[in-house]
């Protein structure tokens, strides 16, 4: 269940066709879940992988940008992108404690799959939440299996969303979070372009909750919380990925990954200092760019670039907004019940639940 098939539309923008990051051309994404019972424990974990250009962003790179609006998390590979502005990897998505293997591995992936003596270096981007409530986190089961896994099973297409690979033990607003997927295509006399977002959603208290602007949180206080014995509401983290065909620059690609804060405060999120929100964005509309493999002696001396005129990038930055909005509904929608180690609960926020919760706040379906 997403939040249109209950006639929840969030924000003026057009969908498109699959509503999901992997509308923008050459987008592939990948899961590899982890749920078993290992001494005991629960396992509830895995990796999300989300490639550009189809895989080839070595030979292709992207455009990107960074933005960072709480740093209580961890991420491979930005300081890179700050200064260069280019993505030359596959981005992955797991839990706090499996950056650095999942770092480790697609470096082994690049190193494998090139086999070109010029490449002699990568520095992949790895982001992460904390998923320690649901799983066994100081155990580090997510390893070189799960990488490749994720990146075998990478496609454009439908994405699944919910309790999947990196999303698989995340809570988002005390409730079932995990991965969530939206997008927005702009019409032709703003540009036509696409803006995908992808999002592991671990983060928000309850009692702040909006949806579609309406604070349906206040009325879901009684439901059962996973941080009543331990934790504290709000704890975890949100990390962003946008995607986008326009002929962004690198400072543009950092200006829209801004915007990502704006949809998560309209669903009210982003206040939180346990809070870990870092966002990425990329833009594939210029192609040719120089790769980050020095040396090379026939390399031209310059580039040529598009670049989307500042006069027209706002409906890029309404579109990232929304679609980021959008995917973190979607995310509640998609969970599943789950039970701690300790016995506590996570539930998921079932769509009639959500709809009674809306309407006792006057909301009403868009015409």
Known sequence: MRARQLGITLGLGTPGELNAITDVPGIRVGHSSVRALVDGKQVRTGITVVEPRAGAARQQPCFAGCHVLNGNGDATGLEWIREAGLLTTPVAITNTHSVGVVRDALIAHERDSLKDPAVYWCMPVVMET?????????????????????????????????????????????????????????????????????????????????????????????????????????????VVILATDAPLLPHQCQRLAQRASIGIARTGGGTEDSSGDVFLAFATGNRDLPTADYG????????????VNNDHISGLFAAAAEAVEEAIINVLLAGEDMRADDGSEVLALRPEVLLEALHATGWRQHP
């Open 130 to 238: 904390y998923d320690g409530v649901l799983n066994d986190i100081w155990g580090q089961h997510v390893g070189v299996a799960q990488v490749a896994e994720a990146l075998a099973a990478a496609r454009p297409g439908p994405v699944a969303e919910g309790a999947v690979g990196g999303g698989t033990g995340m809570i988002c607003h005390e409730f079932k979070g995990g991965i969530g997927t939206s997008s927005r295509k702009l019409p032709a006399e703003q540009g036509g372009w696409t803006v995908g977002a992808l999002v592991q959603a671990n983060h928000g208290k309850r009692g702040e909750l909006r949806v579609d602007g309406y604070p349906v949180g206040r009325r879901l206080a009684d439901l059962p919380s996973p941080f009543a014995e331990r934790g504290t509401p709000g704890m975890g983290s949100i």
């Open 296 to 307: 090379r002696k026939d390399a031209p001396f310059t580039t040529g670039l598009d670049m």
